[in-house]
């Protein structure tokens, strides 16, 4: 199965009618990542149906407000819905101590395993694994420590060739068949997995690249990944302006996709100068065509 990403929010840092703060949903295998969690998260991940229950890991790139302050609420709300499921949250030094002081003054009481994960250093990281991904942190440069994360789908098991399998009848044999296991009895070779297989599909990749400046170290960190998010908060009328404030135009992200040989770009993070978004779609595909903008409650299928 593809990776799906739900976007949830697309603006940036002053508010924007229509647009809500940083957040977006990845969704490999029915096993859901919650990535920032700016303010109206909640209501986005209601108005997209999602059961947030089944939310086992946020990944927080940085504490500006834009893509933190929808947590603390978001924690609170699992709380009284008595969430049971177990939470891991990784984000920058400071999240722990963040959330920990909101938690002290609110008189709120985790009822369920919550464990925060702070993430150090200027060097790409694995932060976790289960049996479908691998999960990393990547140094980006913005104005305080911030982290991009790359979702990497490992090595996928062959597909069954529909037209060479139909006579099989028994299940266990499928079974053996689908993990790319010969199938042998008594030391004979009943059928060889690779006469009744067809190749994998390959393993998709997804980058998230928050807040920050033009930065060509990238290339060294998600080259290669099948699509990329990049933060794109200025037109390039405004670069001089996101060079100062350690963000990036559409062009600079697009630039960005090109350089690490993305399939696909997806754009968002728009200053709420800008009322229209099709100006950064032109900017963007006038360096990487394969360019789409973070529409909210749009979903994006990575494959
Ligand atoms: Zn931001
Ligand atoms: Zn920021």
Do not use: W
Not at 28 to 43: A, F, K, S, V
Not at 120 to 143: C, T, W
């Amino acid at each position: 199965m593809p990776i799906k990403i739900t976007i949830l929010g697309s603006g940036s840092a002053t508010p924007f009618l229509g647009r809500h703060q940083t957040s977006l949903l990845a969704d490999t295998e029915g096993t859901l990542y919650l990535i920032d969690c700016g303010e109206g998260t909640q209501m986005r991940l209601l108005e997209c149906g999602v059961k947030t229950s089944k939310i086992g890991h946020i990944f927080i790139s940085h504490l500006h407000g834009d893509h933190f302050l929808g947590l603390p609420g978001l924690i609170s709300s699992f709380n009284s819905l008595s969430r049971k499921a177990e939470l891991h949250i990784y984000g920058p030094p400071g999240i722990k101590e963040l959330l920990s002081i909101n938690f002290y003054y609110q008189q709120t009481f985790i009822d369920f395993t919550l464990t925060l994960h702070e993430i150090s250093g200027d060097n790409k990281i694995q932060i976790m694994e289960n049996g479908y991904v691998n999960v990393f942190a990547f140094p980006l440069k913005h104005r305080i420590p911030t982290y991009g994360y790359l979702i990497e789908e490992k090595q996928k098991k062959p597909n069954l060739d529909p037209a060479k399998i139909k006579n099989i009848r028994h299940i266990q044999h499928l079974t053996a068949l689908k993990s790319g296991n010969d199938v042998v009895e008594n030391g004979v070779l009943i059928y060889k997995a690779a006469d009744y297989t067809l190749p994998a599909t390959p393993p998709a990749s997804f980058a998230f690249v928050s807040d920050t400046i033009y930065n060509t170290d990238l290339e060294q960190y998600i080259k290669g990944a099948t699509c990329i998010y990049h933060e794109a908060t200025f037109l390039d009328s405004h670069e001089a302006r996101a060079q100062a404030t350690y963000h990036s135009t559409a062009s600079q992200a697009a630039q960005i996709a090109k350089l690490c040989q993305a399939n696909m770009l997806l754009i968002g993070h728009f200053s709420s100068r800008y009322k229209d978004t099709e100006p950064f779609l032109k900017e963007a595909k006038k360096h990487f065509e394969h360019t789409y903008l973070a529409v909210e409650k749009k979903e994006f299928l990575v494959e």
